[in-house]
């Protein structure tokens, strides 16, 4: 089997086992770093000796020995009230519950433990990578360009809150489900964003981030078939990450939309996110903010150009949007598209009460700095960009907005 393939079957059965671990035994912190254990011998065996007849079996009967030794390590007082509890842990139970399919939405129900509203979002996001994603610290750690002892505190911080909340190993009742469904799709997106345009460092994208949220988003989907939100997020991340090769040279220089070849662009994704759209605005009763965005994409994908884009279509739907989901970020959309159906003049009105809000993020400029540069205000636009490239943590993007800066002074 290749690589790629194990690595996609170890990332799909890691939530699985864990479930049945965590459903089985309880205690998160042990549970999960058995499982990891287990996928890390399944990397380093299964290649050389062949995926076994039943790898869901394999990994569970492997972590099952990892958590017997580790609370075996333990205390002796907890030793001793763990007794008979190990004593009912073995292969065998592992065995007979890999046979069959989930008795429980085992993976849901971890989706839901790792996006606890006790934990921050940042924490939510490398929870979610580690249970349910089966990424390991170090690959967490770099995908985040951060020290993997500092994501090591950060997961082992999350473990400790799950465990102090008291949470148990079920779904949430029906009042609290909603809710949390949100959050697990606000942290999937999170995932996905952070992949599609890093918050720091050399890279622009880091692609094994967007493919596991969209992979997580598409598991998500099969969990909850009827809720049209997951349907909405799934469909944005596929609309967007299709332009993904055109949005850079291939020296890493960030291509903005304007400026890409579309010919580049991942058509097969259009067609099934398009497709998923227009399903989920066809069957839902009230839209939410995943479905309009995702519309949003599909306005922008559909077009031949820059100029076949249906700018008054765009501005309808963040309208729409802005009513459904407010905020400063939203507002800076809308902002755009008015200036491109009513004039950048009118654009640039529009971002003037957002200033307090986003006055340090770099969007806001750059904004600011292509509704000038349209109204020919090439002084204003020059100090827009040069505000924006200063705020600006990603490298690829900084380049590209000082790089507009300096092309905007000397015309």
Known sequence: MAATSTEDLLRTLAPQVLGVLMRRYGGL???????????????????????????????????????????????????????VHLAALPTALAADDADGPLDHDDTLTLLFLCCHPSLSPSSQVALTLRAVGGLTTAEIARAFGVPEATMAQRISRAKQQIRAAGVRFAPPDAADRDQRIRAVQQVLY??????????????????????????????????LPGDAETAGLLALMLLTDARRAARVTPDGALVPLTEQDRSHWDRRLIAEGTAL?????????????????AAIAAVH???????????????????????????????????????MVLGPEAGLAATDELAGPLGRHHRFHAVRGHLHEMAGDTAAATDDYRTAARYATNVPERRYLEGKAARTRSH
Not at 277 to 293: D, K, M, N, V
């Open 29 to 83: 912190d042990t549970c999960e770093d058995a499982v990891q254990e287990a996928l890390l011998d399944a990397a380093t065996q299964w290649p050389g000796s062949g995926t076994p007849d039943n790898p869901r079996g394999w990994l569970l009967t492997v972590a099952t020995r990892r958590l017997t030794d580790m609370l075996r390590g333990e205390s002796a007082r907890r030793r001793r009230e763990d007794t």
């Open 277 to 293: 759209t227009e399903q989920t605005l066809a069957s839902s009763r009230a839209l939410g903010p995943y479905q309009i965005q």
């Open 190 to 223: 999170l995932i996905f964003n952070e992949g599609y345009t890093a918050s720091a460092g050399q890279q622009l994208q880091r692609t094994d981030l967007t493919a596991e949220g969209i992979r997580l988003a598409r598991l998500l989907r099969e969990l």
């Open 301 to 339: 994908d559909e077009a031949a150009s820059v100029a076949d884009t249906d700018w008054t279509e765009i501005l309808a739907l963040y309208e729409l949007l802005a009513k459904v989901s407010p905020g400063p970020m939203v507002a800076l959309g809308k902002a755009v598209a008015i200036a």
